[in-house]
């Protein structure tokens, strides 16, 4: 015995309006949008399609987005249930930074990326330079500590420069300058 509360309205404009949450392949939806299908050997999509083919400006995205500085962050959370999840997003209250971490949440968890003015951490919430890459996350394992830069087309007079400088940042060594034997 359903009760009948007036939960949809569509407008003259073509407009449709919900209250509560939107279930599509389910009857219980716990989200304000809840997808599901079963989908036993193929993948379930979701699709955001301009079919305009005639105007380079005609373009599709998906936003994703909060209503100012004081609110939580936006972000794109992926996730296998009960295993692992990694988040995407702006980290609101760290300077508004693009991270990549494990987790649902980029204030929280392992930081693996991020990206702050033009300057690229990895491992590191706060990189200083260009690219800065930090084991602190890695414990005792030695491969924490090496990067790898592998030359596929430049052949065998390529090579890669590395400056040392201080921990302040004011002394720089001598460069180390490698090449394939070396």
């Given amino acids: 015995n359903d009760l009948l509360v007036p939960r949809f309205w569509i407008a003259g404009s073509g407009a449709a309006t919900f209250t509560g949450n939107v279930g599509i392949g389910t009857s219980s939806p716990n989200y304000l949008l809840d997808v599901s299908k079963s989908t036993v050997g193929g993948v379930t999509d979701m699709r955001v399609f301009n079919e305009a083919t005639t105007n380079a400006a005609s373009g599709a995205r998906g936003i994703i987005t909060v209503a100012n500085a004081s609110v939580g962050d936006p972000r794109l959370v992926l996730g296998i249930t009960g295993i692992k999840e990694y988040s995407l997003g702006i980290d609101n209250s760290d300077g508004d930074k693009f991270k990549i971490n494990d987790g649902s949440d980029p204030s929280a968890g392992t930081n693996y990326l991020t990206i702050d003015s033009g300057k690229v951490g990895i491992g ?59």
């Fill in 124 to 182: 590191i919430s706060a990189p200083t330079h260009g690219l800065t890459v930090s084991d602190l996350n890695g414990g005792d394992d030695a491969n924490m500590r090496r990067i790898t830069i592998k030359s596929e087309t430049h052949g065998v007079n390529s090579g890669f420069r590395f400056d040392s400088e201080s921990a302040n940042g004011t002394a720089r060594g001598g460069g180390y300058y490698f090449q394939p034997g070396d």
